[in-house]
């Protein structure tokens, strides 16, 4: 079954401007990432922020996490046709470092030039 | 340096058929874990392969079972196939004890159960 849920599950918005994703998950975690996946192909990793961690930048990436309200938003800013995808956090449980990964059903970017 | 690399790219199978999917992880990685990801949907852990033994294992039947090599390449086996069968099937490889938990992806093998 699937951890949580992303918000919105589709987006639509013109180059240059910015697109922001949530996600929602149910079980205590260790981490938080979030991935990107091209035309139903394999999924690319984006970002990690560790439990411990509020907020993090990569580029034109910003993540936050919360984990009181167990949630996190993915921040993409002045985004470009190029970042047409769709975007999936995915949760790792406390423990190992190599607990598997549960994933939300995604968020589908369409970005128009 | 090769990433992931997943063989078939697609594959079509008749239902009760028998399919093999195969994996080759990144350099330097010794751990291998499958996913299902059904259309629209995000990918459902399968099964995680280290030191040729299945660690972990998610909420699939046993029609689903898999094999690590001392290579760490691994298979990924599904008998008496079904529609609900057809998916895409991601192999993801990675590092044991190493706590940031990044899987690397391969392209992904599309299956189509007829």
């Known amino acids: 079954s699937q951890q949580g849920e992303e918000d919105p599950q589709a987006l639509s918005i013109q180059e240059g401007e910015n697109a922001t994703m949530n996600c929602s998950y149910k079980t205590s975690i260790n981490n938080l990432q979030w991935y990107r996946q091209n035309s139903g192909r394999g999924l690319v990793h984006l970002i990690l922020?560790?439990?411990?961690?509020r907020e993090k930048h990569s580029g034109r990436l910003r993540v936050t996490l919360d984990t009181s309200k167990k949630s996190s938003s993915l921040l993409i800013t002045a985004s470009r046709a190029a970042d047409t995808a769709s975007y999936f956090c995915?949760?790792?449980?406390?423990?190992?470092?190599?607990?598997?990964?549960?994933f939300g059903k995604g968020t589908r970017l369409s970005v128009i030039a | 340096d090769a990433g992931v690399t997943q063989s078939p790219t697609h594959l079509i199978k008749t239902r009760g058929q028998q399919v093999t999917l195969r994996c080759s992880p990144k350099s330097g990685h010794d751990t291998v874990s499958w996913y299902q990801q059904a259309l629209g949907q995000g990918p459902q852990f399968i099964f995680q392969?280290?030191?040729?033994?299945?660690?972990q294992r998610g909420n699939f039947p046993d029609r689903f079972s898999g094999h690590q090599f001392p290579n760490y390449s691994s298979e990924l086996n599904v008998n008496a196939l079904l529609l609900g069968d057809s998916a895409l099937y991601l192999c993801a490889s990675s590092i044991r004890g190493i706590a940031k938990n990044i899987q690397y992806f391969g392209a992904g093998t599309r299956l189509s159960v007829l």
């Open positions: 922020i560790r439990s411990n961690e």
């Open positions: 995915a949760t790792g449980a406390q423990g190992s470092g190599n607990t598997p990964l549960v």
């Open positions: 392969y280290y030191e040729e033994e299945e660690r």
